[in-house]
Each structure stands twice: as C-alpha cells, then as structure tokens.
C-alpha cells in the first residue's frame, strides 16, 4: 500500500491520535478521565446529528436544516413536558413524541426532495428558515424553560459514572453502523448516492430509501434536542443548534463521507466527530479566542476534502 | 514517397496496471499517404494514437521521427507536425473560426494580437481545401462536418506532417464525408501522411492506401488493403471466421412467454407497437438511433409510462410500473449505458452481482458469505475476470463489467431478457463468451431475450427473427433468409421517408 492510501484510509484514525497527543503535551490536564469523558459527553450531541447527516450524504442528499430542527424539537419537547406535568411517565412520551415529529419532519424534507424533485440544498435550506422562525415565534424571541425536574435530570444523569449522553451518542453509533453496513436498506443507501440510474435500472426504490435516509436524520436530531434540551434545561429560540449543520456535515466529511454520495462510514463520522470535539476542547484549554475556532474548523473541513481527493483523483 | 518513414513506431509496447494493451507494435507511416488504422474496442488503436501524438509515453520501444530517435510530449509533437484531431472535437465553440485556427499560436504585431493577419492566412487555408467556410462566422453555427474541417485547418495551420484523425467520420452525414474525403486526399497529395482511424470498413476501403490492423495490442497486418473485402478485414480485426463467432441459433417453442399490444407512451416516442417473444427466442431489434428501441424497453419495464397498450407475460394480462414489478414478472433490462446505468462503479463486485436479488438472500441483513458464493459461481461460468470478489468494479474491463451486469440479471430468475447494446465497447473474447451466454440460456429454454442492437453483423448472427422500428413505430420484420443486411437497412430507413430527407437538403 502506498503511503497515500495509507494515508486517506487511515489518516481520520493518525489524526486524532496526533491531536491527542500534541494536546496532552501541551497541556497535561487534557489527559485527565475526567476531561476525555467531556470531550465524549459535548461531542455527543453534534455527533448524533452527524450519524444522521451520514445517512442522508450517503444516500446522495444534504441536509442544512439540523440546527433550527433540533432547536424546534427541542422545544417540543420542553413544551410538551411543561404540558404534561412532570411524571415520568410524561417525560417518556413527550419524549416518544418529539422523536415521532422529528421522523415526520424529516420524511417532509425526504418527499420534497424526491417526489418533488427539489434540491436537497433548497429544501433544508428552506426548512432551516422556517424552523427558526416558528422557534421564535412561539417563544417570542425568548427562553423555552423546562418545568419539569424529572425531564431535566436526563441530560445530567451518569450511569456507571458516564453521562447518559455518551452512552446514548456510543449506542447510537454502533446501532447506526449495524444498519448502514450490515442490512439491505444500507446497501441500498450506498447504491442509490453512488449511481442513482443504476440503482434505478436494479430494481431499487430510489424514493424510499432516500425519503427514508431523512426519517434517520430527523430521529437523529430528535434524539439530540432531548438530550441537549434536558441538560440545559431550557431551549434559547434564537441561539440553539446555531452551527450544528456545519459542525455534523464536518464531522461526516472529516470522516470520509464524499459529499456527493456513495461513500463514508458511521465509525469515520464517529472518530469525525471527536476530532472536533477535541480540538474545540484544546482551543478552550489553550485559551484560544472563541472567535477563532470557526477558522479553525474551516481549515480543517478544507483539508480533509483535499485527501479524500487525493484518494479519487487516482 | 520518400525513402524514409516520416514517422516509425519501434517496438512499442503499453501496460495500463497489469493489461498490457500495445504489445510490441511496430508499424511505419511515409509521407504522402493515408493509413487506415482498424481494429476492434480494446484492440490498442486510442492508445497508439495517444502514443503517436506524445500524449502517452510507451513502456518499452521507440519513436523515430524523419529517422532521428525522439521522445514525445504534447508540446514536441505539435513542433515536429503531427496533429491529432480528437473524436471529440476540441474548439471553442463562441470564437469565429480564425479565432479557433489560430488559439493558442496568434500572430501578433505590437504586442497586440494581428487579426488581419488571422484572416488572411485562415482564407487562404480555407480556399486551399475548396469548403465553403466564412472564417468570421463563430463556430457554434457551424455544422459537424464543418467544424471537422475548422479542426484540420487549425491542424494546417502549424505546418502539419502528420495528421492523426479519430474517428473522424462518427458524426458527419454522407456529404460531409464525401467533403472530408476529399480534403484528405489533398492533404495527402500535398506531402503529408494521414491517420485514419475508424470502425467503418467501407470507409477505410474508400480512403486509405494501406491499411494497419491492431487485434488485443498487437499488428496484425500492415500493407496493401486493394484485394480485401469488409469481411476479410472484419475477420483479421477478431482473428476467427465470422462463423465461429455467433453460435448456432436456438430453436424456438411455439408457446409465446411474452406479448405487448398496442403500447404507446405518454411521451410520443412509441407509437401503437406490438410483438411476441416465443419461448427461447432470440428477437432482434434494428433502428437507426432514436427509432424508439430504448424508449420501447423502458415503457415496458415501467421507467416511461405507457398511455395504452397491453403486456402479457405467459399469456396473463400484466400490468408493470417500476422495474421492481418487471422483475417480479421475470422480466429484466440490461441498459445502453453500462458504466451509467448497470453498474455502481464503486461496488465491490460481487455486491454488483446481488444488487438486483438481495431479498432472495437476506431478509433484513446482509450476508456478504452468501453474496461472495453467488459470485463465485459467475465468475466461474461466465469467466468474469477479477483479482478477488473485493475488487472495485470501476477498475475491471469493458467485457468483465458487461459480464457483471449479466450476472447480476440472471441472479434474479429472470425468464425475459431485454439487452439494450450488449455488446457496446466490449472486447472479442468477453463478446463471445456472452454470445454462448445468451445462446445457451435460450437453447436450453431457460430464457428468452430481446437483443437491441445497432451492430447489424451481431444482429444477424445472433437473433432467430429481427423486428425493425421507425420513429416509433414497427415498420418491419425478418426472419431467415430475410435477415440481412440491405433487408435491414432498407427498413430501418423506410424508403419513401428518406427520399423526403434528400429535398430537404
């Protein structure tokens, strides 16, 4: 194997270590259990929506929505708790229902795309505006603030000493891999973003198992705005999920999903992810200016789309 | 003729990863002829080419020009005078023509560029090959075979020794040909040698004064070309008898397994068509492009949709509107566009071969074991050429790939077949193989096949009976003796039509 292949196949995996590496020496607290658990338990909620975004840019589609759809879901259900009362039995279906909306929203997005031949860019796009804005709307600019005590220790919870969003986010990734790599309906995923036609003339329902890559990233970022709500206890209408299509369709790209379908893993979104998590985690320990991590983020999703390229342009 | 060869290929010799495509090659080209360069898909002609013109560097062997050794690239070519006019014409398409002669070498006078001195040379190039070309007009309202000639002058332009011509004529009407023919004489009567590439044997017969033959990267023939007919050429290019190619034809049940009444679709492009397959039958269908063959078979497995008409599979009414449901009727398409359509390039290929049947292996997961065995066994019986059953798809050959997307149809039980161009830009050996394929498949009843084709030999060697459409519509049928050549072509152009296409002019 030459070292480039080397390189493009495994460079995700170098990367990190090396991140990790030059981070524990320039600060050896990096190191520490306590702070590798919070990189793990932060990268979790953009990691979840990064899961789901693989699907879809697998599949052959994007999805630019996620940040005000998981401020919207999250929203729902805080809304749907205060409702409810503060019962356990509430908080699981207010929670059963924000994913069920998230799966219909996404379905929305999937069938505008393909029944309505619509771009994906255009549809989320779209979807993005309008999710913001009905957030905003029914908090009026404000704080949607959780009532419920019961739905706000979730996201603070620890079970064997991990956060709960961890063991949902390490859950979630191996779930989510079984599915992509190991079904059918994966298979199928990988046809239709790598040759659409050709899927076409196989027998595939291309429709479908697009429409059905958007059901995936909705329930994904359902399952985030849960978690990410509770911990906070509260949704900001206007600054949730700000950036978090950026940070998931990183993390996907980082990891070797090709934009223009076909290819990637769930295991190279997964380390995609903490790649980020990481360096955002080293920014902050090495005082880096808040400011500047946005460029260093773009720089990194540049370069990353530079050795994938190495790889095709062979 | 002078004594020495303009320019000499030495023992030339090209690998691409493992293929070896140019094996040893060594062929001669003197000034003041033109050479017709034939052979079959994957013969190594493109590749010669590239090597002639400096665009590829050849593994082993040399390359003489006027007697000296020389290295080419791009650049050295274009000096020494040999010029490659690529299939795909390569000119900018807004600019007048004498902005296009001269791109990239304009004359220049004050630092500014000379046009007046453009358009003087480019009238005279243009008088000097007698066309009828305004070389102020943009070549965009030029037609093909004009611009053709806008590729030659650039050519002219630069003092050109040798010209290289792919393909030249793919594209022109018989007029153009007969223009381009002409200038090409010119040419070489002026002293320079042509290259004349092509696969129509009439044409190479018609122009060139010898003739080079490649077959799977070697030369099989280099000379005198007055004493052959197409045939023997034919027959030189695949290095058998035309007889042995095609097997024997199946013979055919009386029981129909598949009948389409009076379909149309709702786009215009079939009109009214109907037809029965019997069962192992090998039906052609003949056309010029955009006879509606295509358009046909994708009506019928429900990719176009039909506004009227009936399909019976086995004698039951059947109604199709996906290519799932056409599947579950037994009834599968190999596309046109192999890399497009029939294949996910960036498969392994052995998930090519179950793309199409993966329920009949798996209910909700996987399993790559079975696949693996599945495969195997049509690597086996088809001879699919692969280093493992992991390799990419992308980097097998034309022939393998068109193998895969056999096997991945016949995976599904399919009992009708519906081959759109088979045989497209697949070498001998694999075109062969998938001849027996589809001959062994309908002999032993197995299956019946529709075999869309524009390649008239394969047509009338393979099928038991040819149906031939016209803007549309079925205008004609063979079977026997029938099926031959004029026969065919007389129909596909539908006589009293083209008479019409004539006074049009």
Same mark, same amino acid.
């Given at each position: ?54 699907? $879809? ?20 259900? $805080? ?68 009532r419920s005590s019961k739905y706000s220790s979730i996201g603070m919870m620890r079970v064997l000493g991990l956060p709960v969003p961890m063991i949902v986010f390490l ?37 479908? $198992? ?24 509260? !949704? ?47 920014? !902050? ?30 | &003729? ?25 062929? +001669? ?15 190594? #002609? ?31 070519? #274009? ?47 243009? #008088? ?27 050519a002219l332009s630069r003092n050109v020794k040798i010209l290289i011509m792919d393909e030249p004529t793919a594209s022109l009407s018989e007029d153009e040909t007969n ?54 050429i034919a027959e030189m290019m695949v290095g058998r008898k035309m007889s042995e190619i095609y097997p024997e034809k199946p013979t055919i049940e009386e029981k129909t ?13 079939? #009109? ?41 599979? =086995? ?11 056409? &599947? ?54 088809? =001879? ?84 031939? &459409? ?31 296409? +004539?006074?049009?002019?």
């Open positions: 194997m030459h070292l480039r292949d080397i390189l493009s196949k495994y460079g995700i995996l170098f990367a990190l270590i090396v991140l990790v590496l030059i981070a524990g020496i320039l600060s050896p607290a990096f190191l520490k259990v306590e702070n590798i658990t919070n990189i793990f338990w932060q990268t979790s909620y953009i990691g979840i929506i990064a899961v789901g975004m693989t699907f $879809i840019m697998i599949g052959g589609g994007i999805d630019l929505s996620v940040g005000s759809f998981a401020a919207l879901m999250g929203a729902l259900a $805080i809304q749907t708790v205060n409702a409810l009362g503060d019962t356990t039995s509430s908080v699981i279906l207010s929670i059963l229902i924000t994913i069920a909306v998230g799966a219909l929203l996404g379905a929305g997005s999937g069938l505008l795309v393909t029944k309505g031949r619509i771009p994906p860019f255009v549809v989320t796009l779209g979807a993005m505006a309008i999710y913001r804005s009905l957030v905003l709307n029914f908090a009026n600019g404000g704080v949607y603030m959780s859950i979630y990734v191996v779930v989510a891999s079984i599915i992509l790599e190991r079904t059918k309906f994966g298979r199928y995923v990988y046809a239709i973003g790598a040759n659409e036609t050709a899927a076409l003339y196989s027998a595939i329902n291309v429709d479908r $198992i697009r429409t059905a890559t958007y059901v995936i990233g909705g329930i994904s970022v359902s399952i985030s705005a849960v978690l990410l709500s509770s911990m906070m206890s509260s !949704v900001s209408s206007s600054s949730t999920g700000n950036g978090f299509e950026l940070d998931a369709i990183a993390a996907a790209v980082i990891g070797g999903t090709s934009l223009s379908g076909g290819r990637g893993t769930i295991l190279g979104t997964f380390l995609g992810a903490l790649v980020l998590g990481v360096i955002n985690n080293m920014l !902050v320990m090495l005082n880096v200016a808040v400011y500047l991590q946005g460029l260093v983020k773009g720089l990194i999703i540049i370069s990353a789309v530079f050795i994938q390229n190495l790889r095709t342009n062979d | &003729m002078t004594e020495m060869p303009v320019l000499h290929a030495r023992n030339v010799s090209m690998k691409f990863g493992e293929a070896l495509v140019l094996d040893n090659v060594d062929v +001669e080209f003197y000034a003041g002829r033109v050479y017709g360069v034939v052979g079959e898909n994957g013969a190594g #002609k493109s590749t010669l080419m590239r090597i002639l013109s400096g665009f590829l560097q050849p593994i082993s062997g040399q390359i003489h020009f006027e007697g000296k050794q020389t290295v080419l690239n791009p650049q050295r070519a #274009k000096h020494l005078g040999i010029v490659l006019v690529p299939q795909e014409l390569n000119l900018v398409e807004p600019l007048r023509v004498y902005e296009n002669i001269f791109l990239g070498d304009e004359p220049v006078k004050h630092i500014l560029i000379d046009r007046k001195a453009m358009i003087d040379r480019s009238s005279e190039i243009i #008088k000097s090959l007698d066309v009828q070309i305004d070389p102020a007009e943009p070549v965009e309202k030029l037609s093909t075979g004009k611009k053709q000639m806008v590729e030659i002058m650039k223009k381009l023919f002409e200038t090409v004489r010119k040419l070489r009567d002026s002293g320079i040698a042509v290259i004349f590439v092509s696969h129509r044997l009439k044409e190479i017969i018609q122009i060139a004064d010898e003739l080079v033959v490649l077959r799977d990267g070697k030369k099989v023939y280099q000379g005198d070309l007055s004493n052959f007919s197409e045939a023997q397994v598949f009948e389409v009444q009076n379909l149309s679709s709702t786009d215009g492009k079939i #009109k009214d068509v109907s037809f029965a397959l019997k069962n192992g039958e090998i039906l052609g269908f003949y056309g010029l492009v955009g006879a509606g063959r295509t358009e046909l078979m994708q009506t019928i497995i429900g990719i176009r949709k039909l506004s009227s008409g009936e399909i019976f599979v =086995d004698g039951k009414p059947t109604v199709i509107k996906s290519v799932k449901e056409a &599947m579950k009727n037994g009834i599968v398409y190999l596309p046109e566009e192999r890399k497009l359509a029939g294949l996910v390039l960036n498969f392994e290929v052995f998930k090519n071969t179950t793309l199409m049947a993966l329920d009949k292996i798996s209910k909700i997961f996987t399993k790559p074991k079975v696949e693996v065995e599945r495969f195997e066994y049509y690597r086996k019986s088809f =001879d699919i050429r692969v280093r493992s059953p992991y390799q990419i798809t992308r980097t097998l050959s034309g022939g393998n790939q068109q193998k895969l997307v056999l096997s991945k149809l016949v995976e599904t039980g399919a009992k009708i077949f519906m081959l759109d161009e088979p045989t497209r830009g697949v070498d001998i050996n694999s075109r062969y193989q998938i001849y027996k394929i589809i001959s062994e498949l309908a002999s032993k009843k197995l299956a019946s096949f529709i075999v869309i084709s524009s390649d008239l030999p394969e047509i009338i060697g393979l099928c038991n009976r040819v149906i031939v &459409m016209r803007d549309g519509e079925v205008v004609g049928e063979a079977t026997g003796d029938g099926i031959n050549e004029a026969n065919l072509i007389y129909l596909a152009l539908g006589f009293s039509v083209s008479q019409d296409d +004539e006074t049009r002019e």
